[in-house]
């Protein structure tokens, strides 16, 4: 055994995988220069010889499971890309309104038909909420529901959606509670088919950035979106947000959240899949709303993200056959590593799913937990 394979060997074990065993969750490797790969470029490097057939797993969520709950992700020393990025983070402001622009273009504007293939019938790109649901359509409309409840919507209500992706919130709060909802997002194609699927509705679609939002509004929700925000723009996503919203109004935010605070993103996720993007902490929440809002209720439903992903990822295969006149194997093999390696650090518990309500700091709400 070349050093190289020893070094990989040594850092896998305790995590039950083995190199070239028999388990479907075993890594298969097909060019030996893997383990050097690996050590060189850490997770960068992994991620980018899975998309070029240098290795496999059968069950490729298990693999990252099992490799996330052991913590082999920390085995690894730093390499030049990960100190580079982290220089990047600390130096420069990464989400920015140009540098926010990037991952509208990259992930977001990947296509609707890929998106329409892979998620549930009213297109919602975030968490769904499986308390009773048996389905994703389900889940989803449970979870767009929960909010509404969350936010105790009512008939004339003006609400803002931050990050309104294709819609489907927008029109459900219309359709549902009778309120009138602008939405804005920095995806050209998210917006077009958004203007599309609330069509005669109370809803206004709008191309911006959080940063240019003017007027007041009675409630402000913000779904799948903060992790773009960066950590060196929470508190001028949270001063926005006061601003916007009215006195006696309420705010809900649902996002994806880690254990530990950073400052930068998995270097493959930040190259491939979200550019630009970190994933805030509860520190780093709590430290920007200080002296703005106060907080209503917590809500964490992480391994909800999981059986949600786990679903994208049987639509997405189910629905290759005819994606794959459009998308290379390449592209296959790169997202169906995005969805695995996202659905494993839910089940190990590396990351959260939050629904944060917040009133303004100095306002007498009534209100009380909904779930």
């Known amino acids: 055994m070349n050093s190289y394979k020893k070094a990989i060997a040594n850092i896998l074990e305790g995590s039950g995988i083995s190199i070239n065993g028999p388990q479907p969750y075993d890594l298969q490797v097909h060019d030996e220069k893997l383990y050097q790969r690996i050590l060189r470029s850490g997770s960068l490097g992994l991620g980018e010889a899975y998309i070029e057939k240098w290795w496999d797993s059968d069950d490729l969520e298990e693999f990252f499971f099992r490799a996330l709950s052991a913590d082999l992700q920390y085995r690894i020393k730093n390499n030049f890309n990960s100190y580079l990025q982290i220089a990047k983070a600390i130096l420069f402001n ?5 540098k926010s622009l990037k991952v509208a273009k990259i992930h977001y504007d990947a296509g609707n038909d890929l998106y329409q293939a892979m998620l549930d019938k009213r297109m919602i790109y975030s968490c769904g909420y499986w308390e009773n649901a048996s389905t994703l359509d389900e889940a989803q409309e449970h979870k767009l529901d929960l909010i509404c409840r969350k936010l105790k919507l009512s008939p004339g209500l003006r609400v803002l959606d931050i990050g309104c ?17 602008t939405g804005i997002t920095i995806s050209e194609n998210q917006a077009n088919l958004a203007v599309e699927n609330c069509r005669g509705l109370p809803v206004q679609i709008k191309i911006q950035d959080y940063r240019e939002v003017e007027g007041k509004f009675d409630r402000i929700v913000s779904v799948g979106m903060f992790e773009h925000v960066g950590y060196k723009n929470y508190n001028k996503f949270m001063e926005t947000v006061f601003k916007l919203l009215k006195d006696d109004g309420l705010f809900l935010l649902h996002t994806i959240g880690g254990n530990r605070s950073v400052k930068n993103v998995d270097a493959w996720i930040d190259k491939y899949i979200f550019p630009n993007s970190m994933l805030p902490s509860a520190e780093q929440i709590c430290y920007s709303i200080d002296h703005k809002f106060k907080i209503e209720d917590w809500h964490n439903f992480g391994l909800h993200y999981h059986r949600t992903l786990m679903c994208w990822l049987q639509n997405f295969d189910k629905n290759w056959p005819i994606l794959s006149k459009n998308y290379s194997t390449q592209f296959y093999r790169m997202w169906k590593y995005y ?4 659905a494993a650090t839910f089940r ?3 990351n959260n799913l939050w629904q944060i309500v917040f009133s303004k700091e100095n306002s007498i709400v009534d209100y009380s937990s909904v779930r």
Do not use: F, T
């Open 94 to 98: 990464q989400q920015n309104k140009s």
């Open 348 to 350: 190990s518990r590396k």
């Open 165 to 181: 992706g294709w819609g489907g919130l927008a029109k459900y709060a219309a359709e549902k509670y009778g309120v009138c909802v």
């Open 339 to 342: 969805l695995c390696s996202s």
